[in-house]
């Protein structure tokens, strides 16, 4: 029997344990044996406005076969010492460690990422990759199966490698029908950038200020940056310089975002074809709007729309 152990401490997130719970903890018959799951903690913890009585302290996270480590809820401070110690004495003992959601920084703080490749919530995987320059951070994965350490992407990424984790143990077609019994897809397109918004930068007292609404409204014309240096009335070399510093990126660059945006934005919301949204975002052919969007998304555009396609139209 695998034992999986969830590893809580004060400031976890609930959403992501109880998911871990949820895959690990209920048997539903559909291999046997099924997992042994043990929440360990220092004593009784609180997640969110939850009060969890563990069943074991922190020492027996090495005995466990899998240690899973929910999301941590405040990634500005620091996990605590007695869990840091506890996750990296538990891999050294031989246990697969795998965290959800911000437990990459649990994960990180015990070195386990040091020289490899690590995801956690898009909203954080900069804060993940200045606090430990030495972990590979992938922003756009769902999940990252590192052998004896794997990482997920936030919340319902969690999901995801919980099932991939049930793959690895039971094979295909166990994982596949806990997910028809949780009513989730047993394997999701694409990765975490189809699901993260580019907004325009808001005004500011910037020489740019003025130009990102007026590109905005002309996505559908063949823009160059000759046209926008002529808009923003300064050289080509200069609205370089200025895009830089007010987008971390470079003109085209942003108009390509802004582009696939709009895009994003048409799928959802419209039945426009592809050609026409092509046209509509100022990318000329349906060929080069799959091209862009699947590099720049992760996913084909059909694909994105039937994910994201609302029901209701505006």
Not at 135 to 140: K, L, N
Request: net charge neutral; with cysteine; glycine share 8%.
């Amino acid at each position: 029997m695998i034992t999986v152990a969830l590893a809580v401490t004060d400031g976890m997130l609930h959403f992501e344990l109880s998911l871990a719970y949820e895959v690990f903890g209920t048997d539903p018959g559909l291999a046997d044996p099924w997992y042994d799951l043990v929440v360990c903690g220092p004593g009784a913890v609180r997640a969110g406005r939850f009060l969890l009585e563990p069943d074991h302290g922190l020492d027996r996270l090495r005995q466990a076969h899998t240690v899973i480590v929910p999301g941590w809820a405040d990634v500005d401070v620091d996990p605590p010492a007695d869990l840091v110690d506890a996750v990296r004495t538990a891999h050294e003992s031989g246990a697969r460690v795998a965290s959800l959601c911000t437990g990459a920084f649990v994960l990180a703080a015990a070195g386990l990422l040091d020289g490899k490749r690590a995801t956690t919530h898009w909203a954080h995987t900069r804060d993940l990759a200045a606090r430990h320059p030495h972990v590979q951070v992938d922003p756009d994965v769902l999940f990252v199966d590192g052998g004896s350490v794997l990482t997920s992407a936030g919340k319902a990424a969690a999901m995801d490698l919980c099932l991939h984790l049930v793959r690895l143990d039971h094979g295909s077609s166990v994982a596949n029908a806990v997910a028809r019994r949780l009513v989730v897809p047993p394997h999701r397109d694409g990765g975490q950038s189809q699901f993260v918004t580019t907004p325009v930068p808001a005004p500011g007292n910037h020489p740019l200020a003025d130009l990102f609404p007026w590109v905005i409204e002309r996505l559908d014309r063949p823009l160059t940056v000759e046209d926008l240096a002529r808009r923003a009335r300064m050289s080509s070399r200069n609205l370089n310089r200025h895009f830089r510093s007010v987008t971390g990126t470079t003109p085209l660059q942003w108009l390509l975002t802004q582009r696939i945006r709009h895009a994003q934005e048409l799928l959802e919301t419209t039945d426009d074809g592809i050609d026409t949204i092509a046209e509509a975002t100022g990318m000329g052919t349906a060929t080069t709007l799959r091209r862009h969007f699947n590099r720049t998304v992760g996913v084909p555009p059909d694909a994105y729309r039937r994910t994201f396609r609302s029901r209701v139209r505006p």
